[in-house]
């Protein structure tokens, strides 16, 4: 058993990854700092009150399931999904792939928000499953507001692997927010996923990774935590080893540190 990702989940990611960086107004809010270590960077996070986040989210996503709203983002709704076309193009591969078939494990994958701004274009596939790992709270808000006979929730990787077979392992705007992101790329490769993707992963201008502190605009909601800016040849090297590279592309985020989102799609080697 892969035990060292569970308490990840548990204790570490923020319980939404899209931070609506278009929206910060003020040069207090952004990411700031340059930190030696996970723990330096902690003691000037003050960490997100999840309850209230959790509840925002929900009553938002609620609203995009009964067709009162047509998408949510970091527990706002918008009237318009800008979507990850190449993510949206790589899921449709791999269902061709499969058959007109496909199963997707969204790790932090909030209460769903890929899945409702996807589901549509997923309609007309022979079979659809879509399993989130979240935190605790999430999982269970999930389990009772949101699963349906497509949409699942778990805990962690390894129950979810129990019940569901997925063709690939979906990370959106996820991999940063975790405090030993290295030792769980290593560990990633271990689960034998098809494929991967990466979408709105952070790096860095110039190579050297930083660790800054994101503080969150309160529009949104009151939060503070750590996050990765990665260096692009580091990360990639552990993956290459037992993935092949299908395809790299920009995501759309943009940050007041120099640095480029990117997304990246992989195969595993035969």
């Known amino acids: 058993m ?3 990702i569970k308490p990840i989940i548990k204790d570490f990611i923020p319980p ?3 931070k609506a960086y278009q929206q910060i107004r003020c040069s207090h809010y952004g990411l700031f700092g340059n930190y030696p270590s996970w723990e330096a960077a902690m003691k000037d996070a003050v960490g997100y009150d999840s309850d209230v986040i959790i509840n925002q989210v929900r009553d938002s996503l609620l609203k995009v399931k009964e067709g009162k709203a047509i998408g949510e983002k970091d527990s706002c709704l918008f009237e318009k999904i800008q979507y990850s076309w190449p993510v949206l193009a790589g899921l449709l591969r791999i269902a061709s792939i499969k058959g007109n078939k496909l199963s997707v ?4 994958g909030s209460l769903g928000s890929y899945y409702y701004q996807l589901r549509h274009f997923l309609s007309d596939l022979d079979e659809l499953r879509w399993s989130i790992v979240e935190q605790e709270k999430f999982v269970r808000c999930g389990q009772e507001l949101f699963e349906n006979n497509q949409l699942k929730f778990y805990y962690d990787i390894e129950t979810c692997l129990i019940e569901e077979n997925p063709d690939v392992i979906l990370f959106s705007g996820v991999i940063q927010y975790l405090p030993y992101p290295y030792g769980f790329l290593e560990n990633l490769v271990k689960y034998n996923f098809e494929y991967i993707i990466f979408d709105r ?4 201008e110039g190579g ?3 660790l800054t502190v994101q503080k969150v605009h309160p529009s949104i909601y009151e939060a503070s935590m750590p996050a990765y800016f990665f260096n692009q040849d580091k990360f990639l090297s552990y993956l290459e080893k037992f993935y092949d590279l299908l395809v790299e592309f920009e995501s759309q985020d943009r940050v007041n540190i120099p640095s480029q989102f990117k997304g990246f799609i992989f195969k595993k080697q035969q």
């Open 201 to 204: 992963t952070p790096f860095i």
């Open 105 to 108: 494990l969204d790790f932090g």
């Open 208 to 210: 050297q990774e930083r």
């Open 16 to 18: 939404i990854f899209f």
């Open 2 to 4: 892969l035990t060292y």
